[in-house]
């Protein structure tokens, strides 16, 4: 049985891509999802340096507004190698905004809380 180790590198022109480090020998066997479907053409070529290029082209059905992951199995034995994610999407802009501003009120209630702390024991 192999060890097979995930590097992630880049996304470019819609195709994710890592490199695939593997103890043992042979193709290493990828399997990838979204949504809990396999992604379709997947592709496991042999690289430089014992390394492998695993490149994952993103369906078009996948590209939506909010979060979108994207989860790397070894085929073999389902253990999780990685994942990617993918953020579109105005409703996004708006979840990002709520947050900073729930950030904001924290921030600014711990530091109220701070200085009546530091009044009340001077």
């Known amino acids: 049985m192999s060890t097979l180790t995930l590097t992630p590198t880049k996304m470019r022109h819609g195709i994710w891509q890592g490199h695939i480090q593997q103890s043992g020998t042979g193709v290493p066997q990828i399997k ?3 949504l809990g479907n396999d992604v379709p053409d997947v592709q496991v070529s042999e690289g430089s340096d014992g390394q492998w290029l695993m ?23 389902d253990s999780k190698l990685g994942q990617f994610t993918l953020i579109a999407g105005e409703a996004l802009g708006d979840d990002i905004r709520n947050e900073v ?18 009044v009340e024991t001077t």
Do not use: N, Y
């Open 32 to 34: 990838v999802t979204h």
């Open 55 to 77: 490149q994952v082209p993103i369906p078009s059905e996948a590209i939506a507004d909010g979060v979108q992951v994207f989860v790397i199995t070894d085929a073999t034995d």
């Open 101 to 118: 501003e729930l950030l904001r009120a924290e921030l600014d209630m711990l530091k109220r809380a701070f200085r009546r702390h530091c």
